[in-house]
């Protein structure tokens, strides 16, 4: 990634990015980027700043080692360097396979209804479907259809191109039907989920290392003229290093909302982003479009411990301690440093269906609630029943 081009203006990168340091006209000066065809020898063409990809053509090119280094080369290029965005027309030339997952996803959606589910959606998109960890579900309930849309080559040659091997794929269906209304603008996972006071606490470097952690895509389960609201995008935004702490600010908002693109899709396009770049649902304005998709997001392999370790089986056996140092008066933040060590601070992954966000965008972690219980004295077995709820909003065995 060219670190330079994300630092606002021409000054040094700073330790830490505060709201300070998020100043309009530096971010406008990379919207001015505009993005030539000629500059992609493998695209089809440029709509409003966003790459437009010819799948056929791409699998015709990638077809030998060598090839295929060169299409995730120039992937990598659109992402980074480029607008951030590309879209692949004919990324599944069946459409078949995605009208069989699509079915699925309807009885899915169907079956958590009638069960009183749904409805724990971020940035805003009020009454519109979600299906979270469509990925399990679809496996269990279709594990033919997951196996044919799964193993289409379009989606593992960017997701390999961004994240290298090992990239672990999941999945949230999004519904948005007539008269949906859009989301929030946004950027997206990790940083993207923290409130600004959280993010702002995370080194400037880290802003810099979380979008190339994930990679954010969408597969059009249903033509997606623009009416239907199909996602806003604010091509270059992904270079604006303090971005994940403007996002939320009034100037930046009411500049995405004048400057938006949007690209109408076919069912079986996808289209591809960097986590970093400022984006949302739109608003469904048609009369009868059912616009839904299978948004997608692929992590790298390197966001995990070397070590598995029972975090709730560490905080059960340490809180005891915890409370009666507590009690006899050890430092405080002695204590909070031995809770980072022993509690699960991040509250992802989780089930999305049960746990709940709770004051912003994100759910409780193991340690907020630890913290929280140390500070009212909560008795360990009272703690322990927390812990076992905590547990089971962990885990997916309803699926």
């Known amino acids: 990634m060219t670190v330079t081009a994300q630092r606002p203006g021409s000054q040094q990168l700073p330790a830490r990015f505060t709201e300070a340091d998020c100043r309009l006209d530096d971010f406008l000066a990379l919207l001015e980027q505009r993005t030539d065809v000629a500059d992609y020898p493998h695209a089809a063409e440029v709509v409003q700043d966003v790459l437009v990809y010819d799948a056929a053509t791409l699998r015709r090119v990638a077809v030998d080692d060598a090839g295929r280094e060169t299409v995730q080369a120039e992937l990598v290029r659109a992402l980074t360097d480029g607008p951030g965005v590309v879209a692949f027309r004919g990324a599944f030339p069946d459409t078949a396979v995605v009208d069989r997952a699509t079915a699925a996803f309807e009885e899915i959606i169907t079956a958590e209804r009638a069960g009183g589910a749904g409805g724990n959606d971020h940035f805003g998109s009020g009454a519109n479907d979600r299906v979270w960890n469509a990925l399990e579900k679809l496996a269990v309930r279709d594990p033919g259809t997951f196996v044919d849309y799964y193993g289409n080559d379009l989606l593992a040659l960017v997701s390999s191109a961004w994240l290298g091997p090992a990239y672990q794929v999941t999945s949230q269906v ?14 997206d996972y990790h940083l993207g989920f923290l409130s600004n006071e959280t993010a702002a ?37 992904h270079q604006y290093a303090p971005g994940y702490l403007a996002w939320r600010l009034p100037e930046f908002r009411e500049h995405f909302l004048r400057s938006y693109v949007q690209l109408p899709l076919a069912k079986g396009d996808a289209a591809f982003f960097n986590p970093a770049l400022f984006h949302g649902a739109g608003t469904n304005v048609s009369a009868d479009v059912q616009r839904m998709a299978n948004l997608l997001q692929v992590s790298s392999a ?16 340490v809180y005891p301690v915890l409370r009666a140092r507590r009690a006899a008066g050890v430092d405080a933040a002695s204590l ?39 500070a009212d004295d909560v008795e360990p077995d009272a703690l322990a029943e927390t812990l076992d709820t905590y547990d089971v909003r962990h885990r997916t065995d309803e699926i």
């Open 174 to 187: 999004n519904v948005v039907r007539p008269g949906g209304q859009a989301q929030d603008p946004h950027r």
């Open 336 to 374: 909070a440093n031995a809770l980072a060590a022993s509690a699960e601070g991040y509250p992802f992954p989780t089930n999305l269906d049960l746990d709940a966000n709770v004051n912003g965008l994100t759910p409780l972690s193991q340690a907020e609630i630890v913290a929280q219980a140390l």
């Open 302 to 317: 390197f966001g995990r411990a070397m070590e598995t370790v029972d975090r709730s089986k560490v905080v059960r056996a």
């Open 201 to 237: 606490r995370y080194p400037a470097h880290v802003h810099l290392l979380s979008p190339v952690l994930t990679l954010q895509g969408a597969v059009a389960h249903s033509d997606m003229p623009v009416e239907s609201g199909p996602t806003m995008y604010l091509p270059y935004s």
